[in-house]
């Protein structure tokens, strides 16, 4: 290594760019979205009624509201017909529209049925819904 001192005013500048800073910073950068982007995409195949969440002990018994495979819906184990829904949710939750109702439902209705029942539920004030489904995969086998 050898350097040249000299008393000359016309010295040279160094003018080279130290690239690895920048090299690192987008290996980074590039690892990062790597990570990322298989994480963002979505899969549209559903299979879903399985939950796996701890439960919560009640305070007060639960309102649960069913839809069973022909379509008849039932409030705790009263058969309902769908138009008098509101009125029996008003009798059972002295008009308490801020309780939970919890909503069962065959996997084998259709979509359309389901909504229809959730829209008679949202006109009825009923804004706090709870879909139930199984809570591990033994359950779902039997």
Do not use: W
């Not at 000299?6 to 760019?17: G, H, K, V």
């Not at 439960?55 to 184990?77: A, D, M, Y």
Request: net charge negative.
């Amino acid at each position: 290594m050898s350097f040249h001192l000299s008393d000359s005013t016309n010295e040279q500048e160094l003018s080279e760019i130290n690239v690895t800073p920048f090299i690192d910073v987008m290996l980074v950068l590039l690892i990062i979205f790597m990570v990322t982007v298989p994480l963002a995409t979505v899969t549209v195949p559903i299979d879903l009624p399985i939950a796996k969440a701890n439960v919560e002990p009640q305070l007060e018994k639960p309102i649960i509201l069913s839809l069973n495979q022909q379509q008849e819906l039932f409030l705790g184990n009263e058969p309902l017909p769908l138009h008098n829904l509101a009125t029996a949710l008003d009798q059972l939750t002295v008009n308490n529209r801020d309780m939970v109702i919890f909503f069962q439902v065959d996997k084998t209705i259709p979509y359309e049925i389901l909504m229809n029942v959730m829209n008679q539920l949202r006109t009825a004030g009923y804004l706090k819904i709870g879909l139930v489904g199984l809570e591990n995969k033994e359950q779902a086998e039997n």
